[in-house]
């Protein structure tokens, strides 16, 4: 669907609250804070601006979190809680906000004090990979060009792409078609055009990329408990390119 101008700008809304939360948790990442110490900052964001969330009481069981709080070996989905980061962990973000009915849908991934080389890289990476999925949102592309992008920064770098979870188109929903996996081959799927809004979400995992989802029936992590990174925006394709909707 093409988005008008004043959706766009709604989104844009949407977007700047979301950047507000991602800015005001990395400020709070240090040893010692809960997931939860976290999640109230997002909720405290949220009300600030009037805005609604689109993570809490999402789905079932209902999510009880108005943020994915994902660390170490989670690739996504964490649920906040009394889980109290340590010097050396990575931590993975997820944030969203409502405004006017319209959505906004953004992750990052940052270390808890000084981290490990490989972790660092694993991060660089995975945000070097959403770079090439978004610079591949072009008019007149294809959706493949976003995951055929990301799987090659991914994979030339020696990490692994989740391929169960993907990005996703969003909206006036959080999640509306199509789906955008994170691997596949260029110059397939439907044409990309201004107006059309997607949320780009790589998952890059340190070793394999099989997943399990646990017991809670939300959390996310590998299989063989290496390390996972997840970043996103919420994108909007304009006639002279990609425009991020979910920056400050």
């Known amino acids: 669907m093409r988005r008008s101008a004043d959706d766009l700008a709604k989104m844009r809304r949407a977007g700047r609250v979301v950047a507000e939360m991602h800015a005001a948790i990395r400020q709070a990442l240090r040893p010692g804070v809960t997931t939860a110490e976290l999640d109230r900052i997002g909720r405290g964001v949220i009300e600030r601006r009037g805005a609604r969330s689109n993570f809490l009481g999402y789905g079932y069981p209902p999510f009880t979190g108005v943020i994915c709080a994902s660390p170490n070996d989670v690739i996504v989905h964490g649920v906040p809680g009394p889980v109290r980061l340590e010097e050396g962990d990575i931590i993975s973000i997820d944030c969203g906000a409502i405004v006017e009915g319209w959505h906004g849908d953004a992750a990052f991934t940052a270390g808890i004090g000084a981290i490990d080389p490989e972790a660092a890289r694993l991060i660089e990476v995975t945000e070097a990979s959403l770079a090439a999925g978004i610079r591949a949102m072009q008019p007149s592309g294809r959706l493949s060009d976003i995951g055929a992008a990301v799987q090659r920064v991914a994979e030339e770098a020696g990490f692994s792409v989740v391929r169960e979870y993907s990005g996703h188109g969003i909206g006036l929903a959080m999640h509306e078609d199509p789906d955008i996996p994170n691997w596949g081959v260029p110059g397939k799927g439907r044409r990309l055009g201004p107006g059309q809004t997607y949320a780009v979400e790589p998952m890059v995992c340190a070793g ?38 979910t920056s400050a």
């Open 208 to 245: 394999r990329p099989e997943t399990q989802l646990l017991d809670d029936q939300w959390t996310v992590v590998t299989r063989d408990g290496s390390l996972a990174a997840h970043v996103e925006h919420t994108i909007a394709v304009t006639e002279h390119g990609p425009e991020i909707l």
